[in-house]
């Protein structure tokens, strides 16, 4: 499946296409999904719902919704992911800041870090002709249909056509779904970090770095 010109991919009744700030209503809720047990603690200061507000309008404003993809039946959204090259490009980077700083205000934004202190990654600092994978979630009513393949596939296509030799994402610690999701789409786990400080404040132990090898099929 190609998504050359930001197409759009279909298979069944579920298409593909690059998401628009308008899904970020519909967005929110997946983006907290995507999130785990860090949604609340992290992101809406102990709120679930703030946390999905949050993720809505930060996905509404400049930069929020760069790379992510949705995946729609009958014009509905029910999945998304995100995934691109370089997730370390610094332009990128600084328009998701700048999403974030608009939602969440200079002291809210200090808090934000406050509260992220114990975040840790388990992806290596530099990884040659690695392609990312992140924020992957489907409606919760709607899983085990194939969706999340579907997203992923689109994934997949992006890292061929970018040239990658690799895929890479973190997942968490203990999302055994996730990891067994990825596992039988071939990832495999590289690396892990625990933090016992990001356990304490949300359940989590840490994060794990799967990686796939980029195949000609994809
Ligand atoms: C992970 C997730 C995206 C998978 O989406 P999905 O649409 O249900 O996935 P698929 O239907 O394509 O599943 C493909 C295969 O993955 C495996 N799989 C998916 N969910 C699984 C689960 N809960 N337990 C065990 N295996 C699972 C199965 O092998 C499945 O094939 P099968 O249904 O024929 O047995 C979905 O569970 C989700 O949104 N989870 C919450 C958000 C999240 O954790 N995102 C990952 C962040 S890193």
């Given at each position: 499946m190609g998504?050359?010109?930001?197409?759009?991919?279909?298979?069944?009744?579920?298409?593909?296409?690059?998401?628009?700030?308008?899904?970020?209503d519909a967005v929110g809720h997946l983006l907290a999904d995507a999130a785990g047990p860090?949604?609340?603690?992290?992101?809406?200061?102990?709120?679930?719902?703030?946390?999905r507000e949050r993720f809505s309008g930060m996905f509404a404003r400049w930069g929020g919704s760069d790379?992510?993809?949705?995946?729609?039946?009958?014009?509905?959204?029910?999945?998304v992911i995100a995934h691109m090259a370089d997730r370390t490009d610094p332009w990128q980077s600084l328009r998701s800041s700048l999403a974030t700083l608009r939602v969440?205000?200079?002291?809210?934004?200090?808090?934000?870090?406050?509260?992220m202190r114990h975040m840790v990654s388990a992806e290596p600092a530099f990884v040659r002709n690695s392609y990312s994978v992140w924020n992957l979630a489907v409606e919760e009513e709607q899983r085990r249909r194939g969706i999340g393949s579907e997203l992923l596939a689109?994934?997949?296509?992006?890292?061929?056509?970018?040239?990658?030799?690799t895929i890479g994402l973190e997942v968490l610690i203990g999302n055994t779904a996730a990891i067994r999701?990825?596992?039988q789409a071939g990832y495999k786990e590289r690396r892990r970090r625990e933090s016992a400080g990001l356990r304490a404040m949300t359940g989590a132990a840490g994060l794990i770095y799967m990686v796939r090898a980029v195949e000609d099929s994809d």
């Open positions: 998504i050359a010109g930001g197409g759009v991919g279909t298979a069944g009744k579920i298409s593909i296409r690059p998401a628009t700030a308008s899904d970020a860090l949604a609340a603690p992290i992101w809406g200061g102990g709120s679930i719902e703030r946390t790379h992510h993809y949705v995946a729609c039946e009958d014009q509905r959204v029910v999945g969440y205000g200079v002291v809210g934004s200090m808090a934000l870090s406050w509260r689109h994934a997949h296509a992006g890292a061929r056509e970018a040239g990658a030799l999701f990825y596992e």
